[in-house]
Each structure stands twice: as structure tokens, then as C-alpha cells.
């Protein structure tokens, strides 16, 4: 067995970018938030029924749930598949890269989901959400119109 990363210290620097370390193989988790749109044809049972699946397949895979939001049925901004509605759903997760792409794999191959988004959350964002959950997020001052600016 050859040690590479004595022999040629350039390719033991672009062994340690591409992200494989020796000491430690646990990927960073990271905070990522994820609306799905379903279709509206489902029953409020075959909705839960289809979140409670993807929730077992982020939790399967070391990913620890935050928060989830269920936002019920609500019309769309444009058609998706000639329907006007559908059941929308957001989850924040903590989990590692790698289960991102197995998740939006598994939102693809499910026909009841008509779209998806998935994001990772920088700092700000989760602060929002955490104030946002607490209720102590600050009310937005009133507007004023032109007629009141003078």
C-alpha cells in the first residue's frame, strides 16, 4: 500500500480540500430548511402520511428535526400541472451535506410532490426563525401613505 501524502505533498493538500479526513469522518451538520408543495388531490391522511415519510427518511439518516409547519392548502401563485392549489409543508432540520441530495432524490421519485425547495439557513436566518418561533419577533411599523408623508 502506497502512503501517498508522504510521497507527494501537493496531492496530500488536495486530498484534505476534497473533504476527506482520517480523524474525523462525521460530516458538519448544518441547518437547512425545506418547503414542499403537494398535490391537492390527497386526503389530510395521505398528507401526513406522505410527510410523516420523508420526516422518517431525514431522521433515518442522522438528520435531527427543528421545527415543522404545515401550512394546510393554498393556492398557487401560477398553475403546476393544470392545479391551482396545493398542500404546502416546511420543515428546518439539522443534518449533514450528504443528506440533502438523498432527500430531494427521494422528492423527485414521490409523484405526490408537485415542487420542492431546500436551503441552508446562515446565521441570520436562523436567528429569525428562532424568534420567530418564540413570538418575540418585533411587529413591522405601520405603513404611511402619500397622502400623510406631507
Do not use: C
Amino acid at each position: 500500500m502506497f502512503h501517498f501524502q508522504n510521497q507527494n505533498p501537493i496531492f496530500a493538500t488536495r486530498y484534505k480540500l476534497v473533504g476527506i479526513n482520517k480523524k474525523n469522518n462525521k460530516s458538519k451538520m448544518k441547518n437547512y430548511e425545506s418547503v414542499i408543495i403537494l398535490t391537492p388531490l390527497l386526503s389530510e391522511e395521505q398528507v401526513k402520511e406522505v410527510i410523516a415519510k420523508f420526516r422518517k427518511t431525514l431522521t433515518d439518516n442522522g438528520a435531527e428535526i427543528v421545527h415543522e409547519d404545515n401550512w394546510g392548502l393554498k393556492k398557487l401563485a401560477y398553475n403546476i400541472e393544470k392545479k391551482t392549489t396545493g398542500f404546502y409543508h416546511l420543515t428546518e432540520f439539522k443534518a449533514p451535506g450528504t443528506l440533502i441530495s438523498k432527500l430531494e432524490v427521494d422528492y423527485k421519485r414521490d409523484e405526490r410532490v408537485m415542487r420542492f425547495l431546500t436551503v441552508s439557513l446562515d446565521k441570520h436566518a436562523i436567528s429569525y426563525n428562532e424568534r420567530k418561533r418564540n413570538g418575540t419577533l418585533a411587529p413591522l411599523p405601520p405603513r404611511v401613505k402619500n397622502e400623510e408623508k406631507v
